[in-house]
């Protein structure tokens, strides 16, 4: 259930961005043959009635793609498709693209073209700093998908299994948008002072995404997940015109009433929860020293105290540090243990979940929180995270399924569960 500032944000957001509610239509110059009619009509009559799980089943080849996107376009539901792995997901974000050309096709899978998580070996003493190259593409692809979740209906997200770990407050996030309307009263200085909060970087040189830039009167925006970035000209207090420009020329593509510009991070915080944050840090890093001085654990609580010292005060000085996300449940105001909040947070109550290749997709669901448990444990064990960092975590497999409305597992060979639990099983 959405808290209710979430709720009243949403609403605004929603008679801001979007004129009308928009509605999913499929494009193509073929119609459903053979199986396809009775498959997509059983599956829509089930999403109708409320039936929480379903099985589609079908062989490579039998257009199970299109018979997806018949469900989606009869179904007018947001819509999470999850696939099991990148390549498979580009394909269908690809062709879900060439279907639904009217409507909002967004691709949400992990940013990193490396990664290397922070892990520490004990029987050789050890650690492995994080180490990671961010996609800039990627990256700008995830912002556009959660501003087109809160800004229409019409949204159909391809996403690989990445899309449960955990993400930035989706009220956090909502609350530190920037509204202007063309003639409203707004203070130039204000608005700066809440992009630099939002983590855009300030730029007067060279305009790239998740930067600004002013000359005067007039501010250059360019958000993270657009193509081309925006003028706000000022008269006085007074904003006069909004427009969008072409990056390279600076010719005017569009000349706007209004305009919402989303954080530039989906890890904002305010300041007064950065403090909170850092207050509830420094009671859990006391207790933690307290309880390894106890066990005679004098080196892990020296250097507990040392790393956590350090990334108090970049907190205090820069508002952030390298690894703030494993501080996440104390920003976020989540008790120990609570699940974060994800992709699917950001969704409405009301949508569908298509999983992809379900006989593989579910094990690495069942698997992914198991794994990072293990490597957090041993961090914590050793005096290189507080216990909370457990909690920036992706979700237990029971936890998902909480979440989930409603899901239709297609595969051509579903597991045993899948089958067990689905209301109808359609071939």
Known sequence: MARPDSVRVEKELSDLMKPEKGKFKLV??????????????????????????????????????????????????????????????????????????????????????????EAYIPHTDTFIEKDASINDEIDKL???????????????????????????????????????????????????????????????????????????????????YEEAPFRVEFFGDTVERLLQVDPITGEVLADLERLAVFPASHYVTSRER???????IEAELKDRLFELEKDGKVLEAQRLAMRTGYDLEMMREMGFCSGIENYSRHFDGRSPGEPPYTLIDYLKDDFLVIIDESHV???????????????????????????????????RFEEFIEKVPQAIFVSATPRSWELEVSDQVVE
């Not at 995830?142 to 391809?158: K, N, P």
């Not at 950065?274 to 509830?280: C, N, P, T």
């Open 28 to 117: 193509s110059l073929y119609d459903p043959k053979g199986d396809q009619p009775g498959a997509i009509r059983q599956l829509v009559d089930g999403t109708s009635k409320g039936d929480k799980y379903q099985t589609l089943m079908g062989v490579t080849g039998s257009g199970k793609t299109f018979t997806m996107a018949n469900i989606i376009e009869q179904a007018q539901k947001p819509t999470l498709v999850m696939a099991p792995n990148k390549t498979l997901a580009a394909q269908l974000y690809s062709e879900f693209k060439g279907l639904f050309p009217e409507n909002a096709v967004e691709y949400f899978v992990s940013y990193y073209d490396y990664y290397q998580p």
């Open 361 to 395: 997709t579910m094990p690495q669901i069942h698997g992914m929180y198991g794994g990072d448990k293990s490597r957090k444990e041993t961090l914590i064990e050793h005096g290189f995270r507080l216990p909370s960092a457990k909690d920036n975590r992706p979700l």
């Open 274 to 280: 950065l403090e909170k944050g850092m207050i509830s």
């Open 142 to 224: 995830r912002h556009a998908t959660t501003s087109a979740i809160l800004s229409r209906d019409d949204v159909l997200v391809v996403a690989s299994v990445s899309c449960i770990y955990g993400l930035g407050s989706p009220e956090e996030y909502l609350g530190h948008l920037i509204w202007l309307r063309r003639q409203e009263t707004t203070s130039l200085d204000d608005v700066l002072k809440k992009l630099i909060q939002m983590q855009y970087n300030r730029n007067d040189y060279s305009l790239v995404r998740g930067t600004f830039k002013v000359r005067g009167d007039i501010l250059e925006i360019f958000p993270t």
